[in-house]
């Protein structure tokens, strides 16, 4: 990745400069990292380990939670590179939600699983309010009948603006959801549109009404920089508008272009780059979206959220996640990890629902790592939150992290992205809003340099 932009103003539009490097680009390709080591090292040959981790006995007192996948949309947005359908009738949606519903089920009798309870739960997609009030609630039912959240500290659900009624709102809180994210991802009609996006702004500020109604816990919003069309002006306009929604807390991604999303087919058929913002047009609207929000009163939480602190709970699904919770997915393509295996489900609609319908598990392929790879998967994901606690690392891995990964700390020292004081290690903003790029200086030297995904 290139360097960051040093300069305070923001490059005047998103279109690429004809001098920018290569390296200045935004080419084809996954950014965001999510998992260590990366999924394309993940084989079937791995399956039977995570089934004999499911069998075997609890040992220790890890955090639980649930994803659910809800696959459906009303439209596919061009850079979403997720296992999602849009051409699917109330029938379909109704197998899948029995096949979600029996796999959760499949699970609740493992041996590693008996007498658990779910600390979080995740509904994504996907467009987890596709689903009716009435499919919602069927869903729910069917899963208590193995399994409850009752106990989760957290229940976050996914929604897409254009598919909210009021009367759906207050199903979704029926079902004890405690976190509603809201996919905003612009302000401008006329970007929303040629990203492919299915609402249009009026129905995110009628939909907000509803949402405040309703009456969450908490309330997230999501935005996106850098989308196909997007320029300085409109940026700093959804940003002044995301204000005003007064959330509880912002997520703010700079747009990539993942392989097998629509924008990435088209630039490669015709042989050129995404029409999308360069990263270091990115990365400075997202520092001075950062800005403001911090103006008016929010902190930042890692390297894509701002959280209102005074009123604002907490990231379970987050924190849990990143540092080393058990997680079970269910769904289509959906992933786990469970007890030192990762693993991830059949990704296509077929294989998913054959082999719940045979009582099987649809485990696809899957990832046994060593204690070493967790240690780096935890190191990797808690430094997005902008720094990480050695003290942590210590007592939970026996590892001194600023001896084990001196090197890498050293380079990014250089560069101008960390800095090390009393033996905290912290990211300046400049590594923060490029965290993403920097993380492979951790990888064990085989997993550098491959496909991530």
Same mark, same amino acid.
């Given at each position: ?82 296992? +999602?359908?849009? /051409?699917?009738? &109330?029938?379909? #949606? ?9 796999? !959760? *089920? ?112 908490? +309330?997230?919003? /999501?935005?996106? &920089?850098?989308? #196909? ?9 959804? !940003? *002044? ?213």
């Amino acid at each position: 990745m290139p360097e960051v932009c040093k300069k305070k103003q923001m490059p005047v539009d998103s279109t690429e400069p004809a001098t920018a490097s290569p390296l200045e680009k935004t080419e084809v390709g996954s950014y965001f990292v999510s998992n260590y080591p990366p999924y394309s090292t993940w084989s079937s040959d791995h399956v039977p380990a995570a089934l004999a981790a499911l069998d075997k006995p609890a040992t220790d007192s890890r955090p639980l939670g649930l994803y659910l996948h809800i696959p459906f949309c009303r439209k596919r947005c061009k850079f979403c590179y997720f296992r +999602v359908y849009t /051409d699917k009738n &109330a029938s379909d #949606v109704e197998v899948y939600l029995e096949s979600l519903a029996r796999e !959760v *089920a499949l699970y609740a009798d493992r041996a590693a699983l008996k007498g658990r309870q779910f600390e979080y739960v995740y509904f994504g997609g996907g467009t987890p309010s596709f689903l009716s009030a009435k499919q919602l609630h069927s869903l729910i039912d069917r899963i208590n009948r193995h399994w409850t959240w009752s106990a989760a500290r957290e229940v976050t659900f996914e929604c897409e603006p254009g598919t909210l009624q009021k009367s759906k709102l207050e199903a979704i809180k029926q079902i004890g959801v405690t976190r509603l994210s809201l996919g905003v991802e612009h302000f401008d009609d006329e970007v929303l549109q040629t990203n492919g996006r299915a609402h249009k702004s009026p129905e995110i500020f009628r939909a907000w009404d509803w949402i405040r109604e309703v009456g969450f816990r908490q +309330v997230n919003i /999501d935005l996106i &920089a850098g989308m #196909v069309g997007d320029s300085e002006q409109k940026w700093r306009e959804t !940003v *002044a508008r995301a204000i005003t929604l007064d959330a509880d807390s912002v997520t703010i991604y700079q747009m990539e272009v993942p392989f097998n999303s629509i924008i990435a087919k088209e630039s490669l058929l015709a042989l050129a780059g995404p029409p999308v913002a360069n990263w270091v047009t990115k990365r400075a609207w997202v520092k001075w979206a950062f800005e403001q929000f911090e103006q008016a009163g929010y902190e930042v939480s890692s390297a894509y959220t701002l959280v209102r602190r005074q009123r604002h709970a907490g990231f379970v699904y987050r924190d849990s996640l990143w540092h080393g919770s058990d997680l079970i997915g269910a769904g289509v393509a959906s992933f786990s990890h469970f007890a030192g295996v990762h693993y991830q489900n059949y990704d296509t609609w077929e294989a998913y629902v054959e082999h719940v319908s045979e009582g099987t598990l649809p485990i696809h392929r899957a990832l046994p790592v060593t204690r070493r790879q967790l240690l780096i998967r935890e190191l990797i994901l808690q430094l997005k939150t902008g720094h990480i606690d050695p003290a942590y690392f210590e007592g939970k891995f026996g590892i001194s992290v600023a001896k084990e990964f001196a090197d890498a700390l050293a380079t990014l020292r250089a560069d101008g992205f960390v800095a090390a004081n009393n033996g905290d290690i912290r990211l300046s903003r400049e590594g923060l809003l490029r965290v993403d790029s920097l993380l492979p200086a951790f990888y064990e030297p085989q997993y550098r340099g491959i496909r991530y995904t």
